[in-house]
T-cell receptor, first 114, second 116 residues
Framework: AQSVTQPDIHITVSEGASLELRCNYS??????LFWYVQSPGQGLQLLLK??????LVQGIKGFEAEFKRSQSSFNLRKPSVHWSDAAEYFC????????????FGKGTMLLVSP | DAGVTQSPTHLIKTRGQQVTLRCSPI?????VSWYQQVLGQGPQFIFQ???????GRGNFPDRFSARQFPNYSSELNVNALLLGDSALYLC???????????????FGEGSWLTVV
């Protein structure tokens, strides 16, 4: 079965600094990979997704992620963090085997300091 | 266009009671999935429905059930509520049964259930 590990529960970044959130997955085949963001009390918003092709994926709000098969990683990056980026970020792997299901990591809470 | 809409937004139930949560998918979307998100955890897959039929079920007890209506809206029912059922219940919709291949899955804002 697939699994997702987000090793950092909390990360604090200064506003304007760069950001990298780590994600490692376990999946037998080429995975569908996603990053979602969740603001307090809100649902999930899709930031970006990887299915195939170019391993560097651009998303919304200036985020990007790089798929590295050799490391089973799909880390999320942003060159300059804004205070409004403070939220919880979830990495997920998608599987389609008769039905479609997402397996999420436990999330990383991003705090932005002034 | 409206996104995925869920109701109610918040509700409080007592242990042993039953609850029904509702979801309306994006117009034109025929697939609805339900996820449970316990505080401090990532969402966990409960069900996927497509064209009114259950396509998949996660590792949840039989107290959890769902159905999809001809207009593709869906209800999630939970019987004999336990304290551990307290969570955010998220509904997601996609255009096709294969939610990822050439499609995108969209989540609603969720229904917060508190069991006391």
């Amino acid at each position: 079965a697939q699994s997702v590990t987000q090793p950092d529960i909390h990360i604090t970044v200064s506003e304007g600094a760069s950001l990298e959130l780590r994600c490692n997955y376990s999946y037998g085949a080429t995975p569908y990979l996603f990053w979602y963001v969740q603001s307090p009390g809100q649902g999930l918003q899709l930031l970006l997704k990887y299915f195939s092709g170019d391993t560097l994926v651009q998303g919304i709000k200036g985020f990007e992620a790089e798929f590295k098969r050799s490391q089973s990683s799909f880390n999320l990056r942003k060159p300059s963090v804004h205070w409004s980026d403070a939220a919880e970020y979830f990495c997920a792997v998608g599987e389609e085997s008769g039905y479609s299901t997402l397996t999420f990591g436990k999330g990383t809470m991003l705090l932005v300091s002034p | 266009d409206a996104g995925v809409t869920q109701s109610p937004t918040h509700l409080i139930k007592t242990r042993g009671q039953q609850v029904t949560l509702r979801c309306s998918p994006i117009s034109g979307h025929k697939s609805v999935s339900w996820y449970q998100q316990v505080l401090g955890q990532g969402p966990q897959f409960i069900f996927q429905y497509y064209e009114k039929e259950e396509r998949g079920r996660g590792n949840f007890p039989d107290r959890f059930s769902a159905r999809q209506f001809p207009n593709y809206s869906s209800e999630l029912n939970v019987n004999a509520l336990l304290l551990g059922d307290s969570a955010l219940y998220l509904c997601a919709s996609s255009a096709a049964a294969r939610a990822f291949s050439g499609n995108t899955i969209y989540f609603g804002e969720g229904s917060w259930l508190t069991v006391v």
